[in-house]
């Protein structure tokens, strides 16, 4: 088993940043892909960004590109989501999460593992 922990969620102004963590216990992220996805109250869960560990390839929601920056620090295991020109539109509920499939996806039903999830909420 893999749990996830988030941290680094937060109110913060429109145009703002922050920046959003998730590391695992109990394992690594080596072999994994690793997703972030978001909630908005009275909305579906929708795909944030993936970034693929052992290649380090990243992918985007049109909505975030040119604004989100997904990484990873291989000493610290952990991945990061830099979210900057925040808009109100961005607050929601931000999950970690993890895929132990080849490859990559931005459905969540291919995720194995999830994180508590962490409130991001933008004022305009």
């Known amino acids: 088993q893999m749990q996830l922990v988030e941290s680094g969620g937060g109110l913060v102004q429109a145009g703002g940043s922050l920046r959003l963590s998730c590391a695992p216990s109990?394992?690594?992220?080596?072999?994994?892909?690793v997703g972030w996805f978001r909630q908005a109250p009275g909305k579906e869960r929708e795909f944030v960004a993936a970034?693929?560990?052992?290649?380090?390839?990243?992918y985007y929601a049109d909505s975030v590109k040119g604004r989100f920056t997904i990484s990873r620090n291989n000493a610290k295991n952990t991945v990061y989501l830099q979210m900057n020109s925040l808009k109100a539109e961005d607050t929601a509920v931000y999950y970690c999460?993890?895929?132990?499939?080849?490859?990559?996806?931005?459905?969540?039903?291919?995720?194995?593992?999830w994180g508590q999830g962490t409130q991001v909420t933008v004022a305009s």
């Open positions: 999460a993890a895929g132990a499939s080849p490859g990559w996806s931005t459905s969540s039903d291919w995720y194995d593992y």
């Open positions: 109990g394992r690594t992220f080596s072999r994994y892909a």
């Open positions: 970034i693929v560990w052992n290649s380090g390839n990243t």
